[in-house]
């Protein structure tokens, strides 16, 4: 039973108007799935979001976010792909793969377009949205063997804060087999690219920081390494909260100049190169109807930060 204090875009009922996908997107799940006909495409899309919908009411899987492309269309995107066919054993991250934007989409267009699979490590708090997934793209285990890692980041049992390595102080560990882990403790200073996608902005800006902390421990000291990204975020050109109008959400949110002192305050200004840039979601200033009367429109912010 649905709790009657959730807020109100936790109540709203799914509308297949909001099925839209471009023809990139259709590309994508058609090679994935199998599935050519358009109809009969529209028509699995559709049941597992509903069957994802009814374990977690979140507003993105009501709208479609989990279908629409997001990783391809950054502009670190090809930095990665370079990455992946120029180093041995490039190991690429995908943290917080299965949230509810995504239901792991993303490492599935990275492998699609040439990274290695065996290189690639997917994590994420919950198995669910690993396990549907599978059934989106009819996939199994086997069939697409990328290992996942269900922990929780803020676990210092999971992954806890080390000083970012550097080229006189590389890790003293051999890079782990990726199946193996238990943890992201043992990949610290072993990550060639780390991809983080609507996760930072889940936090306030104490755990925003924290998460950083976290994964600069992670990166390799190899000039090129990256963490990018995209999160959630406002118009402002200052660190502050989005309020949607009449909504009970607040929601931290770094400026691109803030962001950029955060993650150089982490490697030392001149170690990094940090890009940045706003852009206006999708959805109108009310979001897919989610927020009525909004006259603040989400924004989403873009991001890498790079090893120089």
């Excluded at 996908?21 to 259709?26: A, P, Q, T, Y």
């Excluded at 090679?31 to 009814?54: N, P």
């Excluded at 934007?101 to 040439?114: F, H, L, V």
């Excluded at 000083?163 to 890079?175: D, E, R, W």
Aim: proline fraction near 7%; glycine fraction near 8%; aromatic fraction near 12%.
């Amino acid at each position: 039973m649905e709790p009657n204090n959730l807020p109100r875009v936790y109540k709203m009922s799914l509308e297949e108007q909001f099925y839209n996908l471009d023809v990139e997107e259709h590309e994508f799940f058609k090679r994935e799935t199998g599935i050519e006909d358009e109809e009969e495409l529209k028509k699995h899309i559709i049941a597992v979001q509903t069957k994802a919908y009814s374990i977690y009411r979140y507003p993105c899987i009501r709208i479609f976010e989990f279908a629409r492309l997001k990783i391809a269309r950054l502009p670190a995107y090809s930095n990665l792909l370079k990455l992946g066919k120029e180093r041995k054993h490039p190991v690429f991250l995908d943290l917080g793969c299965c949230c509810w934007y995504y239901i792991e989409n993303d490492t599935r267009k990275a492998i699609q377009d040439g990274y290695p699979s065996e290189s690639v490590l997917a994590t994420d708090l919950h198995v669910d949205f690993w396990q549907l997934g599978h059934e989106m793209f009819r996939s199994s285990q086997q069939s697409f063997p990328v290992p996942f890692l269900q922990g929780n980041i803020l676990d210092k049992s999971f992954l806890d804060i080390h000083p970012p390595f550097t080229k006189g102080s590389p890790p003293s560990s051999p890079l782990p087999v990726l199946g193996t882990l238990t943890s992201l403790n043992p990949l610290r200073g072993h990550v060639d690219a780390c991809y983080i996608a609507a996760v930072f902005h889940l936090f306030n800006e104490e755990g925003q920081t924290a998460i950083a902390e976290k994964l600069a421990g992670l990166l390799s000291p190899e000039p090129g390494s990256m963490i990018f990204g995209v999160h959630g975020s406002r118009s402002d050109s200052e660190k502050g909260f989005w309020h949607p109008t009449g909504s009970e959400r607040y929601m931290f949110c770094h400026s691109p100049d803030s962001w950029k002192d955060l993650w150089e305050g982490l490697f030392g200004k001149g170690s990094v190169e940090v890009k940045a840039q706003l852009r206006k979601e999708i959805g109108g200033d009310d979001f897919f109807g989610t927020y009525p009367g909004n006259k603040d429109p989400n924004h989403v912010m873009e991001w890498s930060v790079t090893r120089i």
